[in-house]
């Protein structure tokens, strides 16, 4: 089976512009979570979606940043105006059921300069 | 504080050695402990996982879960260079829809 896929794997943006990250999760996986890791940080939640619809967006660090899942296929990650504190690598995973059983992509590498 | 800490090495060994990672956590309600290896430039991919205490092995990786001690462990025998990678100890939260990660240990087996 394909993997979770994510693209692209990197972005250099200006601050104040604006970047879509997109993944596509492993057919069937209804749950579908995005991580980021800032430089020399661990790897943290940003949120979680059944489906299409989002179950947890604790780790969402402010309105600047936009999650969606179209038709509970793939979803994208928006961040609006992206700022310096933003660069790192996100990740996205899926997962069948809610459990250990994760799938992560390779991730996007987000650089602001 | 952070709920599962790890110490970022970086590690380096020769290849045959045996490997000793070790993180610790937070939350004494924490169930389901993971192990996830990274390859440069590659999402993180899961090696093992234990639930609750004991121990639970895999060819030549040992995950150890200790809960007295809130500590989390993964052996590596006869250490290879293929094994070079960072490795993650992670552990589920308690909702279950999220896992909180250690920093990472880089490791290199030396040839």
């Known amino acids: 089976e394909a993997g979770v896929t994510q693209f692209p794997s990197h972005s250099v943006i200006e601050k104040g512009q604006t970047v879509t990250l997109r993944c596509d999760p492993i057919?069937?996986?209804?749950?579908l979570y995005w991580y980021r890791r800032v430089m020399g940080k661990e790897i943290k939640f940003l949120l979680h979606?059944?489906?299409?619809?989002?179950?947890?967006e604790s780790g969402m660090p402010n309105n600047r940043f936009l999650a969606e899942r179209t038709g509970g296929t793939y979803s994208t990650l928006k961040v609006q105006p992206a700022e310096l504190e933003d660069s790192g690598v996100y990740f996205c995973a899926s997962s069948h059921g809610v459990d250990y059983g994760y799938t992560f992509g390779s991730g996007t590498r987000l650089t602001v300069v | 504080q952070k709920e599962v800490e790890q110490d970022p090495g970086p590690l380096s060994v020769p290849e045959g050695a045996i490997v000793s990672l070790n993180c610790t956590y937070s939350n004494s309600a924490f169930q389901y402990f993971m192990w996830y290896r990274q390859y440069s430039r590659k999402g993180p991919e899961l090696l093992m996982y234990t639930y609750s205490s004991g121990n639970k092995e895999d060819g030549r990786f040992t995950a150890q879960v200790d809960k007295s001690s809130k500590y989390i462990s993964l052996f590596i025998r006869d250490s290879q260079p293929s094994d070079s990678a960072t490795y993650l100890c992670a552990t589920l939260s308690n909702t279950g829809n999220q896992f909180y990660f250690g920093t990472g240990t880089s490791l290199t087996v030396i040839p």
């Open positions: 979606f059944v489906k299409e619809s989002k179950q947890d």
């Open positions: 057919s069937g996986h209804d749950n």
